[in-house]
């Protein structure tokens, strides 16, 4: 089956810190893999994507390359903010299904 | 993005009664919505899949008699969690899905249930 490893958190920084968030995962099939953020008191948005090998998906700042070699999809930014502060959630879907796997979510707390 | 509402925003209820949450997707018309359940320091979890006019499709594991979905329009879906009991006390997601692009999910903010 399928599965998503997050580090965990909560990963406390200070701003204009480089972040790193790990993720790896297992599919059945050629996943297309996800990153969303879930700021507080709202539902989770898609944050980016990457549907194949080599990939990078980039939005706000925030950049992930599909890693195929070692099933990874970490997420970097290179300079946090205090409104980065948020839980994120790392996703996968295998196929034509329309099923999302996700991890356990990664809080980030950034601070001044 | 959509806009999805969830009502109510928390609630808490006592073991034995049920409960109504609802999903709202109040831009444009969602022929699918799916119901997550989060525990603390877990993923979440796919409960079950619903569209519009027919029954929800439960994922394994999922009581579909205990947790009913009604999906009678097309902007509104409801999970009512029926006799609950202290474990069913968790966070509740929906989203919803135009259903053109699969990955293609906006979630609402969640529904924090809890059962004394």
């Known amino acids: 089956g399928n599965s998503v490893t997050q580090m965990e958190g909560p990963v406390t920084l200070s701003e204009e810190a480089f972040l790193t968030i790990n993720c790896t995962y297992t599919?059945?099939?050629?996943?297309?893999l996800f990153w969303y953020v879930q700021y507080p008191g709202e539902g989770l948005q898609l944050l980016l994507k990457a549907t194949k090998a080599d990939d990078k998906g980039s939005n706000k700042g925030f950049e992930a390359t599909y890693r195929k070699e070692t099933t990874s999809f970490h997420l970097e930014k290179g300079s946090v903010q205090v409104s980065d502060s948020a839980v994120y959630f790392c996703a996968l879907i295998t196929g034509g299904g329309n099923k999302l796997t996700f991890g356990t979510g990664t809080q980030l707390k950034v601070e001044l | 993005g959509a806009v999805v509402s969830q009502h109510p925003s928390w609630v808490i209820c006592k073991s034995g009664t049920s409960v109504k949450i609802e999903c709202r997707s109040l831009d444009f018309q969602a022929t699918t919505m799916f119901w997550y359940r989060q525990f603390p320091k877990q993923s979440l979890m796919l409960m079950a899949t619903s569209n519009e006019g027919s029954k929800a499709t439960y994922e394994q594991g999922v009581e579909k008699d205990k947790f009913l979905i009604n999906h009678a329009s097309l902007t509104l879906s409801t999970l009512t969690v029926t006799s609950a009991h202290p474990e069913d006390s968790s966070f509740y997601i929906c989203s919803v899905s135009p259903g053109q692009l699969t990955y293609e999910q906006y979630f609402g903010p969640g529904t924090r249930l809890t059962v004394t």
């Open positions: 599919a059945t099939g050629y996943p297309s």
